[in-house]
């Protein structure tokens, strides 16, 4: 955390859930018409999910517990996103290569809110 960090939108954990969403928006364009209401929409809601609780987890910094469950949040629709790409693939909705990419992002982002939840306190110290 060398550069100052104005908004939720500063930390790369937040970057990589938004580009995560919008691979899996994309990808989830090509599902078929009988999923749009179920696996397309929970796998879009769910990957939309991880970045709006990391910028809530921003907003609570304040308060160490809260940052933490917010994270913790994030983390578990980071697992529930992975889960729907394993549904994807095992209903050839996406290829190998695409579930491959997209579990990678999933796994990435998860790596980086653990570190995150284990040391609150180097993103907790202020409001700044």
């Not at 990589?16 to 599902?31: G, M, N, P, R, T």
């Not at 809530?56 to 308060?63: G, T």
Request: with cysteine.
């Amino acid at each position: 955390m060398s550069e100052k960090i104005a908004s939720f939108k500063d930390l790369i954990v937040y970057q990589k859930a938004f580009q995560l969403q919008q691979c899996v928006f994309e990808a989830s364009k090509h599902f078929p018409r009988e999923e749009r209401y179920s696996l397309s929409d929970q796998l879009r809601r769910s990957s939309r999910s991880i970045g709006a609780n990391i910028a809530e987890a921003w907003q609570k910094r304040r308060y160490p517990a809260h940052f933490v469950s917010k994270l913790s949040d994030a983390a578990g629709e980071q697992a529930e996103t992975e889960h729907w790409i394993e549904s994807a693939f095992s209903c050839a909705y996406v290829d190998v290569t695409k579930r491959g990419q997209l579990s990678e992002m999933c796994q990435e982002i998860g790596r980086m809110l653990g570190t995150m939840m284990a040391n609150p306190d180097k993103w907790c110290k202020s409001r700044d």
